[in-house]
């Protein structure tokens, strides 16, 4: 019987560290990234008529974000000349996330889609290829948030078309660790497990050596 206890209670100590490991699973904190209900949840601070960002939908990308604005000042010009799109995120300090987008950026250059995480630039793309029309996923690991509340921001330029811009999706992995700093976790916390286990047995035998 008593066996059979301790192997219960290691199993319980076992689905414990699967479920802390996993605790701050995967959240989509992106609200409306697929742009089907047009610009909601979006802003942009653009006042130029230099070709802000519009939302439409058709056959062959679905619901999407666009522009064709033209010239640098599209990504590096002053508040007001970017062609910015940029949503507020509530996220937790410490925190890593995931970044992920669909973009293609139309025939012709230049092109530039530069994506910002809390300021920081998480990806510039500068030229990418057409893909033949199709879109293509980007994704982005390793994104710390620094507050409670991070921006992120789309800086788009296309000279001579549009570009395409859709399912956006930021995914929160967990607190960021250092490298290295996983295994140590890891090891720590089934240290703390064998502990537990050990201490559970220890006790059973002691208890059973009173009543003998």
């Known amino acids: 019987m ?66 064709g604005c033209i010239g640098q000042t599209c990504i590096t010009g002053p508040d007001g000349e970017q062609a910015n799109l940029f949503q507020d995120l509530t996220t937790v300090p410490g925190d890593s996330y995931t970044l992920s987008f669909e973009y293609n950026p139309s025939d012709g250059t230049p092109t530039e889609l530069e994506a910002l995480f809390g300021g920081t630039v998480a990806t510039d793309l500068v030229d990418v290829p057409n893909n033949n029309g199709l879109l293509v996923t980007y994704t982005i690991s390793g994104l710390v948030a620094t507050s409670s509340s991070t921006q992120l921001e789309f800086l788009g330029r296309q000279d001579p078309s549009y570009n395409v811009l859709t399912d956006v999706s930021v995914v929160q992995g967990g607190p960021s660790v250092p490298e290295g700093g996983a295994s140590l976790l890891y090891l720590l916390m089934a240290a703390a497990v064998s ?11 002691f208890g059973s050596s009173l009543q003998a």
Do not use: E, H
């Open 195 to 205: 502990f537990c286990a050990m201490a559970y047995v220890s006790r059973g035998r």
């Open 2 to 67: 008593r066996m059979l206890r301790i192997k219960a209670f290691s199993f319980f100590l076992l689905i414990l560290l699967v479920l802390a490991s996993g605790v701050r699973g995967s959240a989509q904190i992106v609200q409306n990234g697929n742009f089907a209900a047009g610009g909601t949840d979006w802003t942009t601070t653009q006042t130029s008529n230099n070709f802000p960002w519009t939302f439409d939908s058709d056959a062959t990308y679905g619901t999407y974000a666009s522009t």
